[in-house]
């Protein structure tokens, strides 16, 4: 499968470029395509998620301040992903704010991510983490 022929691609270094270049303020064009990358390097190697958590607090920037709607939703989609299995990291990056923000103005399908990924970040709260709750 798709895993296979991709078991020799570079993640652990092509992550930190692809944060960087998801910071690109001024070129929206490049933060989506960067977007995207991280998206779907998850979806074609799953075990790749546990570099593109590092990407977590520059996912939830592109929701806490929307240049790019589709910049914002590519994010989210990234962080649904990622939240399957490292829900704590965003819950403790703010993810739970940064999530339900904006969420008016997002499409149907980004509610449902933005909706999932504050569920799976609940399921995950312990009884001692009440100040996340607080931003």
Same mark, same amino acid.
């Given at each position: 499968?798709?895993?296979?022929s991709?078991?020799?691609?570079?993640?652990?270094? /092509?992550? #930190?470029?692809?944060?960087?270049?998801?910071s690109?303020?001024?070129?929206?064009?490049?933060?989506?395509?960067?977007?995207?990358?991280?998206?779907?390097?998850?979806? =074609?190697? #799953?075990?790749?998620? +546990?570099?593109v958590?590092?990407?977590?607090?520059?996912?939830?920037? *592109?929701? *806490? =301040?929307?240049?790019?709607?589709?910049?914002?939703?590519?994010?989210?989609?990234?962080?649904?992903?990622? +939240? *399957? *299995?490292?829900?704590?990291?965003?819950?403790?990056?703010?993810?739970? +704010?940064?999530?339900?923000?904006?969420?008016?103005f997002?499409?149907?399908?980004?509610?449902? =991510?933005?909706?999932?990924?504050?569920?799976?970040?609940?399921?995950?709260?312990? /009884?001692?983490?009440?100040?996340?709750?607080?931003?």
């Amino acid at each position: 499968g798709i895993e296979e022929s991709l078991a020799g691609f570079p993640v652990r270094q /092509s992550e #930190p470029l692809l944060i960087y270049l998801l910071s690109a303020e001024d070129n929206m064009h490049l933060m989506l395509q960067a977007c995207r990358a991280l998206t779907y390097i998850m979806e =074609s190697l #799953p075990r790749s998620a +546990s570099y593109v958590v590092e990407a977590v607090p520059h996912l939830l920037l *592109k929701l *806490k =301040s929307i240049q790019c709607m589709d910049v914002a939703e590519q994010a989210l989609a990234a962080l649904d992903m990622l +939240s *399957k *299995k490292h829900a704590k990291s965003i819950l403790h990056s703010g993810g739970l +704010s940064a999530c339900l923000c904006f969420i008016d103005f997002f499409s149907l399908n980004a509610q449902r =991510s933005a909706l999932n990924i504050t569920a799976i970040c609940c399921q995950v709260v312990t /009884s001692n983490a009440g100040h996340l709750f607080m931003e």
